[in-house]
C-alpha cells in the first residue's frame, strides 16, 4: 500500500476526461463500481454532507476530512488493501513472477488494466490476445529460463513503449499524462535497482 499511496495518491480525484472519480490508492470507480472502498467513501461523504465528488470543492473538502479523520481514514485503507488482495488474485500470471517482477506488473496492470497482459505476451512472443491461458503460461516460464532475458526490464521497456504510443497517437487526451507515466518507469528502476 506505501507504493500505491505514493503513485496513486491517497486522496479522491478525479483526473480530466474521466467521467467518474479515483479513490485513494487508485481504484477507478467507472471501472470498479463492485470495490467496497466505494460504499465506504459514499457513507462518509454523505455524513458529512459533501453532495457530488465530482465536484473539486467537494472532494476538496472530503480530502481535508480524512487527512484529519484517522478513523474514517483507515476504513478506506482497510477496503483498499482487501480490494487489491482481490484483484491481485485473479491475475494468473502472477503466480509465475518473482516479487519484484510483481511489483512491476502490478504497477503495470493498475494503470493499464488488460493491456499489460498485451505487453507481457508481446515480450513471451505469444499471440496478444489479452489472456493468460496454457500457452502464456509455457511461454512464460520458458522466458524466464532463458539467462540472457530479464523480465523486468522487457516489463519496463513495454511500459514506456506502450506510454509513448499512447501519447503520440492521442496527443490531446494522454500527452499531459506521459510526464507521470515515465516517471513512475524510473521510479520502478529505482524500487528494482535496475541499471538503464
Known amino acids: 500500500m506505501k507504493y500505491l499511496k505514493r503513485e496513486e495518491g491517497d486522496w479522491v480525484h478525479m483526473n480530466r476526461g474521466e467521467l ?18 466505494f460504499k465506504i467513501i459514499e457513507a462518509i461523504s ?13 472532494r476538496k473538502i472530503f480530502n481535508r476530512h480524512i487527512k ?11 477496503a483498499a488493501e482487501r480490494f487489491y488482495k482481490w484483484y491481485f488474485t485473479r491475475i494468473k500470471e502472477l503466480r509465475y513472477m518473482t516479487k519484484r517482477e510483481q511489483i512491476i506488473y502490478k504497477s ?6 488488460g493491456n499489460a497482459i498485451k505487453i507481457l505476451q508481446e515480450i513471451i512472443k505469444v499471440k496478444k490476445d489479452g489472456k493468460f491461458g496454457p500457452i502464456s503460461t509455457r511461454a512464460l516460464q520458458k522466458f524466464k529460463m532463458n539467462k540472457n532475458s530479464d523480465l523486468r526490464l522487457s516489463l519496463l521497456e513495454g511500459a ?16 499531459r499524462f ?19
Open 20 to 37: 467518474d472519480i479515483t479513490s485513494p490508492f487508485g481504484i477507478y470507480k467507472g471501472a470498479h463500481r463492485q470495490s467496497n472502498v
Open 46 to 58: 454523505k455524513k458529512m454532507k459533501t453532495g457530488n465528488l465530482r465536484s473539486r470543492a467537494q
Open 68 to 78: 484529519r479523520n484517522d478513523e474514517d481514514y483507515m476504513k478506506i485503507v482497510k
Open 108 to 113: 503495470m496492470y493498475i494503470n493499464m488494466g
Open 160 to 175: 514506456r513503449k506502450y506510454y509513448n504510443s499512447l501519447a503520440r497517437n492521442n496527443p490531446d487526451r494522454f500527452l
Open 178 to 196: 506521459l510526464k507521470g507515466w515515465l516517471a513512475r518507469i524510473r521510479r520502478l528502476r529505482l524500487i528494482n535497482k535496475i541499471e538503464k
